[in-house]
């Protein structure tokens, strides 16, 4: 579905982002796995790895989202490398949870540079790219960025922000057949959601319809689907992938 396609996709050394990654390669596509510093580079190179033993196109590229010159780097590095780019998925992203009263302003500012400003800079030097030959931008938000959840005001303002930017980008280019679509994902087992207790857990799990967290392949079957010509006609979508929890 992906074939002869370029794709970076942010935060890919681990979790839902690495899925992603395996799942486009597989798909046909050439992929570009980011990672923000040194303490990633092994898992980063390790992803690489597997692409390429199966005989795909791949490379590891260090750079902090937040960092407006690195995520005009990425792009660059990936134009240079592969001709082009097609897909960029902004996947990256961290969590610092605290009540508001109790929330310090470097634990605001910290999830709001990763989660929203992250985005703008890839999203900003992707689109450059993709100007003349149109492309997919597919956005990593969150159902608490639709609903909200307690102790995550930072978290949940920066994937409700990620949906406002994404409805915008995808009417500013949309004549220049950028789509650009949101992801909503659930709870899904990463080490995201690893350090939550079994008890928080299962009570989860009452409350989603479908009585069990997702898994990481779940966020990438969809994020494929938008990135492929069976979403040639959707853009500016939002998609829960959620068991039915915020409906
Ligand atoms: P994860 O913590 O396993 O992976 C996040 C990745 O982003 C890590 O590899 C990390 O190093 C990378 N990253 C962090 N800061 C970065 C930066 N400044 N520059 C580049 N990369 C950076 O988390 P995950 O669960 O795989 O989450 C992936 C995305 O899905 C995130 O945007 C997250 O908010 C979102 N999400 C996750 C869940 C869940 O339940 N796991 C639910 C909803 C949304």
């Given at each position: 579905?992906?074939?002869?396609?370029?794709?970076?996709?942010?935060?890919?050394?681990?979790?839902?982002?690495?899925?992603?990654?395996?799942?486009?390669?597989?798909?046909?596509?050439?992929?570009?796995?980011?990672?923000?510093?040194?303490?990633?580079?092994?898992?980063?190179?390790?992803?690489?790895?597997?692409?390429?033993?199966?005989?795909?196109?791949?490379?590891?590229?260090?750079?902090?989202?937040?960092?407006?010159?690195?995520?005009?780097?990425?792009?660059?590095?990936t134009?240079?490398?592969?001709?082009?780019?097609?897909i960029?998925?902004?996947?990256?992203?961290?969590?610092?949870?605290?009540l508001?009263?109790?929330?310090?302003?470097?634990?605001?500012?910290?999830?709001?540079?990763?989660?929203?400003?992250?985005?703008?800079?890839?999203?900003?030097?992707?689109?450059?790219?993709?100007?003349?030959?149109?492309?997919?931008?597919?956005?990593?938000?969150?159902?608490?960025?639709?609903?909200?959840?307690?102790?995550?005001?930072?978290?949940?303002?920066?994937?409700?922000?990620?949906?406002?930017?994404?409805?915008?980008?995808?009417k500013?280019?949309?004549?220049?057949?950028?789509?650009?679509?949101?992801?909503?994902?659930?709870?899904?087992?990463?080490?995201?959601?690893?350090?939550?207790?079994?008890?928080?857990?299962?009570?989860?799990?009452?409350?989603?319809?479908?009585?069990?967290?997702?898994?990481?392949?779940?966020?990438?079957?969809?994020?494929t689907?938008?990135a492929?010509?069976?979403?040639?006609?959707v853009?500016?979508e939002?998609i829960?992938?959620?068991?039915?929890?915020?409906?």
């Amino acid at each position: 579905m992906l074939k002869n396609q370029v794709a970076i996709i942010t935060g890919s050394a681990r979790g839902i982002g690495k899925e992603i990654a395996l799942m486009y390669y597989k798909q046909g596509a050439k992929i570009v796995v980011n990672y923000p510093g040194d303490f990633e580079k092994e898992a980063a190179e390790s992803v690489v790895e597997t692409i390429r033993s199966e005989g795909g196109e791949a490379m590891a590229v260090c750079a902090d989202v937040t960092n407006f010159k690195e995520a005009e780097e990425l792009i660059k590095t990936t134009v240079s490398t592969y001709g082009k780019i097609d897909i960029l998925v902004n996947n990256a992203g961290i969590t610092k949870d605290m009540l508001l009263t109790r929330m310090t302003e470097a634990e605001f500012d910290a999830v709001i540079n990763v989660n929203l400003k992250g985005v703008f800079n890839c999203t900003k030097f992707a689109v450059k790219a993709m100007l003349k030959t149109g492309g997919k931008i597919i956005n990593i938000s969150s159902i608490v960025g639709l609903s909200g959840n307690v102790g995550q005001c930072n978290y949940s303002a920066s994937k409700a922000g990620i949906i406002g930017f994404t409805k915008t980008i995808a009417k500013e280019y949309g004549s220049r057949n950028i789509r650009v679509n949101a992801i909503a994902p659930g709870f899904i087992q990463t080490d995201m959601t690893k350090v939550l207790k079994e008890s928080v857990k299962e009570e989860m799990n009452k409350q989603i319809p479908l009585k069990r967290l997702g898994n990481p392949e779940e966020i990438a079957k969809v994020a494929t689907f938008l990135a492929s010509d069976l979403a040639s006609y959707v853009t500016g979508e939002v998609i829960r992938v959620d068991g039915g929890m915020a409906m």
